[in-house]
């Protein structure tokens, strides 16, 4: 520590400083006055490989700056750890994305004897094999992810970082190796990890989170799944999918934060559709049985009754957490918010330090998506390289819940444009429409919707999409640019529909809540 502290102190010392990034506020002059010092190793550093903070440095060093990412991955209580690429590549969008194709393939074996397919209807998955595949591929991203920080002459640490000042850090490897790194400009993009319910006996040493169930050699067996989030519920849908008994324990309402009309029709259909729910309940406590099973005790919060059941895993799905608390934010100044322990941002993704930044999920107020820290880190590194004055735009942004029946929005939910607005000043044009592929399959599409939320005065500007059936990323990643670029409800209806899909269903929606009518579509 003495050879650490005689560097910190030589780096603080007096001495010329070059100046490579373009001026982006008054602020920025500040930092610079207060972080006068000699040459530092790094143009840039970014502390985080994940999707946000490669973006970022890769497009900082293909404009030219000398770039370092460092990223470390601390095992789950399980034990998983993963390579590089954050959590989207090794424990998120990717992974899950994947399980959930192998759910949806289920459903067209089902199908398939309808199309005059002789396809045995008793078709054991093979959850190895699988997983096997699975990771296989992530592993291949994990590699790509290397090969592109090489071929950008990024230079790549795999350390865990924390702060000695606020243009300094000190990395320790898994060994216990410590490396002093200074930059003119950091950018912090640390993500997030699992959030688990410490209070609750058992939980830590007998549960799993998505951190872990992508990994798993062995299939999980009868699975409860603790939480209403969207992970919540995605892990529970490609589970059921894959033939597994799961439940899902929800203690309050289902996608807090989306439209609760399209929340309850997505768990209206995976109800359906063979996957259990346990309602207005609580997690006491989970203890292992001699077999292995896990007994779980719970509270109906309505009742106050408690009840137990047995299963193979326990997966907890109940929010997330930064990761920051490790990173000794206070040497450098950096504020943040003390109760979810996410670092406050100002619109260009500043920090309280004016040449320290925060992308992705470890900032305040920002969208937890993969492709919201991606372009907010590509947009940061061209700021700061005077390529661009562009700020990232977090309005209308799309995303997709990848459940069974896939839901997809951009935009505002009912709720939030009616408390925006008024009642009054909004129509909801919607539908209930069957899929063509559902037909001859004879498949149940009670829960295909979709509703344009406008305002009510004419042209009826679009203020959000909510889509509900296959393919719904796909079908709302189209429309997005419509509403992005300001559409209004007139303009959908003199689009012209491709016939037929599930997509036209929208430039065909005309009969609004207001009406009464039923908007079951008839016809093809």
């Known amino acids: 520590m003495a050879a650490m502290a005689a560097r910190v102190a030589a780096l603080r010392g007096p001495g010329g400083r070059r100046r490579w990034w373009a001026p982006v506020s008054?602020?920025?002059?500040?930092?610079?006055?207060?972080?006068?010092?000699?040459?530092?190793d790094y143009d840039l550093l970014v502390i985080g490989g994940g999707s946000g903070g490669l973006a970022c440095a890769k497009e900082a060093a293909q404009l030219g700056k000398k770039v370092a990412v460092v990223d470390y991955v601390e095992p789950s209580p399980r034990g998983t750890s993963w390579g590089l690429g954050g959590t989207c590549v090794n424990v998120g969008c990717i992974p899950k994305k994947l399980m959930h194709q192998a759910a949806l393939l289920g459903d067209m074996i089902r199908d398939a004897p309808h199309y005059g397919w002789a396809v045995p209807q008793q078709v054991p998955h093979d959850w190895r094999k699988m997983a096997e595949a699975v990771q296989n591929h992530v592993k291949s991203l994990n590699w790509g992810h290397r090969v592109q920080l090489q071929d950008r002459k990024v230079k790549y640490l795999n350390i865990k970082a924390s702060f000695v000042n606020e243009h300094m850090v000190c990395g320790v490897t898994k060994g216990g190796k410590e490396t002093l790194l200074s930059a003119d400009h950091i950018v912090i993009a640390t993500g997030g990890r699992p959030r688990y319910p410490t209070q609750i006996e058992g939980a830590v040493?007998?549960?799993?989170?998505?951190?872990?169930?992508?990994?798993?050699?062995?299939?999980?067996?009868?699975?409860?799944?603790?939480?209403?989030?969207?992970?919540?519920?995605?892990?529970?849908?490609?589970?059921?999918?894959?033939?597994?008994?799961?439940?899902?324990?929800?203690?309050?309402?289902?996608?807090?934060?989306?439209?609760?009309?399209?929340?309850?029709?997505?768990?209206?259909?995976?109800?359906s559709h063979g996957t259990h729910f346990l309602r207005g309940c609580t997690p006491l406590r989970v203890k292992k049985l001699p077999d292995g099973q896990l007994q779980v005790t719970w509270k109906d919060l309505a009742s106050g009754r408690e009840d137990m059941g047995t299963f193979n895993t326990v997966l907890w799905a109940i929010g997330r957490v930064p990761e920051t608390r490790s990173l000794n934010l206070e040497k450098a100044g950096v504020n943040t918010n003390p109760n979810s322990y996410k670092i406050l941002v100002d619109a260009r993704e500043a920090t309280s330090i004016p040449h320290i930044y925060a992308i992705g999920d470890a900032a305040e107020g920002r969208p937890e998506l993969t492709p919201t820290a991606i372009m907010a880190g590509k947009l940061l590194a061209q700021r700061l390289c005077g390529q661009s004055s562009d700020l990232m735009d977090y309005n209308n942004v799309p995303t997709t819940v990848f459940t069974p029946l896939e839901y997809g929005c951009v935009g505002l939910s009912e709720e939030e444009a009616v408390a925006r607005h008024g009642e009054e000043h909004v129509e909801v044009y919607h539908a209930y429409y069957k899929p063509?592929?559902?037909?001859?399959?004879?498949?149940?599409?009670?829960?295909?919707?979709?509703k344009m939320v406008c305002l009510r005065e004419p042209p009826q500007l679009v203020l959000g999409l909510h889509f509900l059936g296959p393919n719904a990323g796909e079908v709302t990643q189209g429309f997005a640019l419509g509403i992005k670029c300001g559409a209004s409800y007139a303009q959908v209806m003199q689009t012209v529909g491709i016939h037929p899909t599930c997509a036209e269903e929208v430039a065909k929606l005309h009969i609004s809540k207001r009406s009464g009518l039923d908007p079951t579509v008839t016809g093809c």
């Not at 597994?244 to 309402?253: A, E, G, K, N």
């Not at 063509?436 to 979709?450: G, M, N």
């Open 205 to 271: 040493e007998h549960g799993i989170t998505s951190d872990d169930i992508f990994w798993l050699k062995e299939s999980p067996g009868k699975t409860l799944v603790v939480g209403a989030s969207y992970v919540a519920l995605e892990c529970a849908g490609f589970l059921t999918g894959l033939g597994l008994d799961t439940t899902v324990m929800i203690r309050s309402i289902p996608l807090r934060g989306f439209d609760q009309q399209m929340s309850s029709l997505v768990t209206e259909h995976m109800a």
């Open 436 to 450: 063509l592929e559902f037909t001859v399959a004879e498949r149940d599409s009670s829960q295909c919707y979709i």
């Open 26 to 40: 008054a602020g920025g002059a500040r930092g610079a006055a207060r972080g006068a010092a000699g040459q530092r």
